[in-house]
């Protein structure tokens, strides 16, 4: 099965395109071909909204015009993966010229969705609309790879534990102040030197520089067992900290917490006083609904409590994977790891 994977430049979009292709790979094989969806100057978000609605009658002048984008240079896909704003319009526009299945990861706004084929959405709330399927965040993480995580259920077991954590920075509708990052890193500390585990921590796009050096004299001070300055080693470079017994997240994430997971970890998610409602937020309460993941105050966290949470939480037992996967299947006429399992059997 050929696919077209859109890419807008946010890695945090385009791993949920791939994660989507990736479990469509599980059930056929695939050939995943990508194009870098960069709208041009003038295209912004509600010049396209406009765009659609009234004019877009010519699918192939658009995708041009918007996007720079010469359909006649494109090997016609059997299915269309997009994710993040800038994908809707260009993924109803190449459905149009190609009449092929559109799939989007996340939930859409302001356009009219009838030739949006699946919405994989991660609240469970927005799972009633039409077209839509709630499915745990897709990414890139591969359980199958990973070894299985240490059982972490009483205080002796956190000695020479290995945890991971995960740190963003300020996104939309969410804000750390310096407290909550002087929290973080006596969180750290306390932790390690009250219960024997084993620190490796990364640092993101996002997290602020004097954070990354709070962490770096950590780390200078051998405090931590693995420091991964994202300054330095570039995206992608904290893959190996899923094999971790326990992942922990600063809570502007919703992929990383969606990513800790799918590796089949215990999570938990640190978060700020300083959070806006919004869809993110019900994502989140839906992740935390379940025995795998729990949420805490960053500014106000202490060593205990977060022991006694994470001793409390377990790792998932079923593959996130899954149902992104029964989501797809009928839409492309495939059959369901599982349900292909159950009939070889």
């Not at 890695?11 to 479990?23: K, S």
């Not at 995943?32 to 912004?44: K, T």
């Not at 994710?83 to 010229?97: D, E, F, H, Q």
């Not at 797809?328 to 599982?338: K, Y």
């Amino acid at each position: 099965m050929k696919l077209l994977v859109l890419r807008d430049k946010k890695p945090g979009h385009f791993h949920q395109a791939e994660g989507v292709a990736l479990a469509i790979g599980r059930m056929t094989p695939v050939d995943i071909r990508r194009i870098d969806i960069r709208p041009s100057w003038f295209a912004h978000d509600d010049i396209r909204k406009i765009i659609m609605r009234r004019y877009a009658r010519d699918p192939a002048y658009w995708l041009k015009a918007m996007y720079r984008i010469d359909v006649a240079a494109l090997e016609r896909p059997d299915a269309l993966v997009g994710s993040g704003r800038p994908t809707i319009s260009a993924g109803i526009l190449l459905k149009r010229v190609f009449g092929v299945p559109f799939l989007y990861s996340g939930q859409i706004g302001g356009y009219d969705t009838r030739e949006v084929d699946l919405q994989i959405v991660a609240s469970p709330r927005s799972a009633g609309n039409p077209r839509s399927a709630y499915a745990l965040i897709p990414n890139t993480v591969n359980p199958d790879l990973l070894p299985p995580p240490r059982r972490l259920a009483a205080p002796e077991d956190l000695r020479g534990a290995e945890l991971a954590l995960l740190i963003g920075g300020t996104a939309y509708r969410k804000e750390f102040p310096a407290n909550e990052w002087a929290s973080l890193v006596r969180l750290v500390g306390e932790v390690a030197d009250r219960y024997g585990v084993r620190w490796r921590v990364s640092t993101s796009r996002r997290t602020p520089d004097d954070v990354g050096d709070m962490f770096a004299a950590l780390d200078a001070a051998g405090k931590l067992a693995e420091f991964i300055d994202f300054r330095r080693a570039g995206s992608g470079s904290a893959g190996n900290l899923y094999r971790a017994d326990a992942i922990v997240v600063t809570e502007d994430s919703m992929s990383m917490l969606a990513e800790g997971l799918t590796a089949k970890r215990p999570v938990i998610g640190l978060r700020s006083a300083v959070v806006h409602d919004g869809y993110a937020n019900e994502a989140i309460a839906a992740m935390a609904a379940g025995p795998n993941l729990g949420i805490l105050p960053l500014g106000t966290v202490t060593a205990e409590q977060f022991a006694q949470t994470l001793l409390r939480l377990v790792p998932p037992t079923t593959d996130a994977r899954d149902a992104i996967a029964r989501a797809v299947a009928p839409i492309l006429g495939l059959v369901p790891p599982a349900q292909a399992a159950q009939i070889a059997s």
